[in-house]
């Protein structure tokens, strides 16, 4: 069978979070936002959130998935920051992902609950050891290699 992961990160913080789940639809990821809000995050008045422009990534998702009151209530403690359309693999949570995947999940599972067990002693070891991702691509290499996204500005 498949599965999807929900990958949630902090990178000044050394923390992830991945649940596995059945499907990814717009239902999922607005239970996963209200958890993130409600659990992980639960004393912040605003979480900035950035992550990729998947249809089911968007706050219509909440509405979709609870009442009006509580949706507009998630809906005002999140602030959705979209990765550029071509350059998604920028998003940190990919990284993470891929290091999930190269430690983790490079075998086959027998069932769902086995890989959900796995995904998370995986995540609590990462955790534990302040693991983060070495960015090292700057705003100035940004410019040289995506200069088709940075608009020329030419002054006189």
Known sequence: ???T???FTEPLGSWRKVNVLERKTMVDWAHEIKELLDVDY???KKVRLVCDNLNTHKIAALYEAFGPQEARR???RIEI???PKHCSWLNIA???L???TNQCLKRRL???QTLRDETKAWERGRNANQKSVDWQFTTDDARIKLKRLYPQIKCC
């Open 1 to 3: 069978g498949t599965a």
């Open 5 to 7: 992961n929900f990958m």
């Open 81 to 83: 920051h979209y990765t």
């Open 98 to 100: 891929s290091v999930l």
């Open 74 to 76: 998630l809906a005002r």
């Open 110 to 112: 027998p069932d769902l």
């Open 42 to 44: 639960a004393h912040a």
């Open 94 to 96: 990919e990284i993470e």
